[in-house]
Structures are given as structure tokens and as C-alpha cells.
């Protein structure tokens, strides 16, 4: 007999619960590699591509692209010995024989989700909780095979009370997602089938989130009553809205003729964007951050006009020729020779001990499609000015397309926001958790400017740095600034004095 096993999402970082469904590389019924990239499942910290850790063929795919997964939760089936040959109508006996591995607990050492040290599970990306005793949610009742060879469950015909009866018509079941065939366990009393067909299926279930439930019980909506506009029929909070409208328009008399007719405010002129991914992690971070860390944000704005020379000269450099050289590369470098010179503000406070960093894993901010992120350089200041800028180039590419590593994502100890691609002059940026200072760099601008005794027009910019006030003062933070500003006010004059 086949062997159907059920691939659990993992966790796919230090913490996190939860992760979209961004894309599926295979399809039900394709034959899979152990390994091979299955699926491509968005985080709050990274896209990430999970492979196969089974090799044979996919009986079920059980969530759409988009669909938000809870950590542990199956996300397809394999089988992994699907020579056995399909079964075009198996008998509940035989279904029931099939051995299903369990979503959590017992895995192959080695493998992802599998035992490790401590009583813990082994995921992509450090270790997740304890495992516990497994847990599977029972089914309404015997999976059948559907047309595509994914079983599914089907309704059980509508009991008559009467010796010989005459063949009923079962009500028909609404869209089931497929799976694997699980247990069958008692079914409960169905109700009559409502007319107009419902979001209601077999046994008076109803397709609908927790979130939708909630809503629809604070407007007095009964879902029962609805036909779901969602994935597979579910109710969406769109229907429950619709729903809840179209009671309050009825109980309201008709206007009378000729009445003006008042602008439609509701919510068909609303949109409403999950909180999710990226942007959920980022505004937790925000508010963890901003209500826990004393800010003070000083500026600077500084005459550049020598350090965009200098990058002139350096890209005409025929070992230059090929690597991106932006401002960026020239505040970055100086911010890590104001570091050597002021090391408290590569630090972090700890609550009763301020730890102070010997090494920069420097932060790029870097805006993508989704969302804000800040990878960063490890261990930046050992990095030379040509492996400086190579890495910023890999880092901002690789963030643009959404593959940035979940690791490259933490440990990071000092950030730069570079503001001024987007035109903004500086900005009083929020710190990064763990984090004592974050540097903005603002817009590089021809502004009048008082050089050599004449106002001249010359290549301008601002500098923002906010810091922790816990570990930083007045005084450190003005010096490493003012450090900064000198830098690139004369890198090369900088360059000879500092090292």
C-alpha cells in the first residue's frame, strides 16, 4: 500500500509562528526529488524556498498562494511509494489502513522537523519549540478519491427513516481543499442543506477565519446565511460587510422620489491590506524600539564636494571599473573609522550592563516591495573599501529581489538609512532593537555655501544620527557625528590622519 505523508510548515527562524504562501514549484501529481525546492514561503524576515524532504509524488496541496500558515500546520502530502499504483475507488477500510506521518513528532533524525539535542526539533533555521504529542484533527468522515486522484471528503447521504427507501439525493458537498486521507470518525448530525447554496458545507460547517467569525458576530451577520466569495468558498470580511449592509438598507424605509441622492461611503470604497510579512514584524520592532529606547536625534549638514570628487576620480580607476560606487560607500566607511574612534556607539544596553561590540555588522535599510528591511555586513570593519563596496552591492541586491538569508537579517549593531535616494533631506530615524545609534543620510544637493570666505555653489548634504540617550550623551553622540561629517567633508585628508 502507498505511503502519504504529510510535510508540516517548519520554522523557518529563531521565533516566528507563522509564514505566506508566495508560490508552489509543483503541482499535485508531480513527482518530487528529495531536496527539491517544493514550495516558496514568505516570512517576516525572508523569502525562503523549502525543499522536499521526502522524495515521491504529490497527492495534496492544502493551502493556495497567499494564504497566511500557522508554524506546524501541513502544507502538502507526499507519496512516497507511489508505485503501489493508484486506487480508483478504495474503500473507507483501505483509506483508513493508509499510515500517515504525523505533522509534528516523530521524523527522521537529520531531517528538517526531526529530532535534535535538548528535546527540540531541527528547522531550516535554528531550533524551533519542544515538540509535543502529536495532534491531528479528526475528519467529518471517509475520504473518497476526486477527479484529480486528491482525496476529499464527501457528504454522507441524508439518513431516511423508512425500511426500504428510495435512493436520496445527498446535498451537494461546497469545494473541499484536498488532502490526504485521514481517520474517519463519527459524523455529526447534518442538517438540511439551505437553499441558494451557502458557505455551509456537510454537518453545518462554515468556511470562515476567526477574524471574519468575530466581525460577523459584532454586526449580528449570520454566516450560515452566506455564500462565500473567498478561496474555495470561504466567507471573506468583503461578504460579511455586504451582508451586514444590505440588512440595515432593508430595514430602512425608501427614500422618498426625488431625493438627492447622498455620496456611497462603505466598505466598497475601502481597502483593507493584511498585517503581515514584513511590515508586521517591522511595526513591532518600531514600537518595541521607540517605547523602550530614550531617542535623541542631532544634524549635521556638510560641504561633500571633495568626497563626490573623490568617488569621481575612483571610478575612472581601471580596477574600479566594474563595482557600484555610490555616497553610500563613502558614509559607510566612514562611520566605520568614527566607530574605531568611538566604540561605545557600536554597543547595546543589556539592562545591567552596557555591551560594547568589537566588531560592525553594519546595517544598509534597503526598501523593497515588501517592505522595509535591514540586512546587514558582518563583521564590516575588516572589510577593505573594494570588498566594502561589493558586499553593499550584493546586499542591496539580493534584498530587491526578496531572497535576502534570515541571517543576514540579525545580529546587526549599527544601521545606515539612506533617505536621500528618495530626494528627503534627513529624517530622525527610529533605532533598530539591540541597536545604540542609526545614521540617515540625506540628498546630496547644489546649494550657495560660504567656501574660502565666497559663497560658491557646492555639493551639500545633511546627516541624521539618533541614538540611545541610556548609552550615548550629548557629547558622544556630537563627537561621532562631527567625526562623521569630517570624513566626508575631506575623505582623503580623513584617510591620512585616522589610519
Given at each position: ?297 542631532e544634524f549635521l549638514t556638510v560641504d561633500v564636494t571633495r568626497s563626490m570628487k573623490a568617488l569621481d576620480r575612483l571610478r575612472k580607476r581601471r580596477e574600479w571599473q566594474d563595482v557600484r560606487v555610490s555616497p553610500l560607500l563613502l558614509v559607510a566607511k ?43 555586513i558582518k563583521d564590516a570593519g575588516r572589510l577593505t573599501l573594494r570588498e566594502l563596496a561589493d558586499a553593499m552591492t550584493a546586499l542591496v541586491q539580493t534584498a530587491k529581489v526578496g531572497k535576502t538569508a534570515p541571517a543576514d537579517m540579525t545580529g546587526g ?87
Open positions: 500500500m502507498s505511503r502519504v505523508r504529510e510535510f508540516p510548515l517548519p520554522d523557518l527562524g529563531e521565533g516566528l509562528t507563522e509564514g505566506e504562501i508566495l508560490k508552489w514549484l509543483v503541482a499535485v501529481g508531480d513527482t518530487v526529488e528529495l531536496n527539491q525546492p517544493v514550495v516558496e514561503v514568505e516570512t517576516a524576515k525572508a523569502a525562503v524556498e523549502i525543499p522536499a524532504k521526502w522524495a515521491g509524488k504529490i497527492t495534496a496541496i492544502f493551502h493556495d498562494e497567499g494564504t497566511v500558515v500557522d508554524v506546524g500546520s501541513p502544507i502538502f502530502a507526499v507519496d512516497t511509494d507511489p508505485g503501489a499504483g493508484d486506487l480508483p475507488e478504495p474503500s473507507a477500510a483501505s483509506l483508513a489502513a493508509v499510515e500517515i506521518a504525523p505533522a509534528e513528532g516523530a521524523v527522521e533524525p537529520g531531517l528538517i522537523g526531526g529530532p535534535a539535542p535538548g528535546g527540540r526539533t531541527a528547522v531550516l533555521v535554528g531550533y524551533g519549540p519542544r515538540t509535543g504529542a502529536a495532534k491531528r484533527r479528526p475528519r467529518k468522515g471517509a475520504g473518497v478519491p476526486a477527479s484529480n486522484g486528491v482525496a476529499v471528503t464527501a457528504p454522507a447521504p441524508a439518513p431516511v427513516a423508512a425500511p426500504a427507501p428510495a435512493p436520496v439525493a445527498a446535498p451537494a458537498p461546497e469545494p473541499v481543499r484536498p488532502t490526504a486521507p485521514e481517520p474517519v470518525r463519527p459524523a455529526a448530525a447534518t442538517p438540511a442543506p439551505r437553499t441558494g447554496g451557502t458557505a455551509a458545507g456537510a454537518g453545518g460547517l462554515v468556511l470562515a477565519k476567526p477574524p471574519v467569525r468575530k466581525l460577523a458576530k459584532d454586526l449580528g451577520v449570520d454566516l450560515r446565511t452566506l455564500t462565500g466569495s473567498g478561496p474555495l468558498g470561504s466567507i471573506t470580511r468583503d461578504d460579511v460587510h455586504l451582508a451586514a449592509a444590505g440588512a440595515t438598507t432593508a430595514a430602512e424605509p425608501a427614500p422618498t422620489t426625488g431625493a438627492a441622492t447622498a455620496p456611497a461611503f462603505g466598505p466598497d470604497r475601502e481597502q483593507r491590506i493584511p498585517v503581515k510579512g514584513v511590515r508586521k514584524l517591522t511595526a513591532q520592532n518600531m514600537v518595541a524600539s521607540a517605547f523602550s529606547a530614550p531617542h535623541v536625534t566612514a562611520v566605520l573609522l568614527a566607530v574605531r574612534r568611538h566604540p561605545m556607539v557600536n554597543s547595546t544596553w543589556a539592562g545591567e550592563e552596557i555591551v560594547v561590540k568589537e566588531y560592525v555588522n553594519l546595517g544598509i535599510a534597503a526598501a523593497t516591495e515588501r517592505g522595509l528591511i535591514v540586512p546587514n549593531t549599527l544601521t545606515i538609512t539612506n533617505v536621500g535616494v528618495f530626494g528627503v533631506d534627513t529624517g530622525t530615524p527610529i533605532l533598530p532593537p539591540g541597536e545604540s545609534a542609526i545614521l540617515a543620510f540625506g540628498a546630496v544637493r547644489e546649494m550657495p555655501w560660504v567656501h574660502k570666505g565666497k559663497i560658491r555653489v557646492r555639493q551639500v548634504t545633511t546627516l541624521g544620527l539618533s541614538f540611545d540617550h541610556r548609552i550615548i550623551d550629548g557629547e558622544l553622540g556630537s563627537r561621532f557625528l562631527r567625526d562623521v561629517g569630517d570624513f566626508l567633508a575631506d575623505p582623503e585628508a580623513a584617510l591620512l590622519g585616522w589610519t
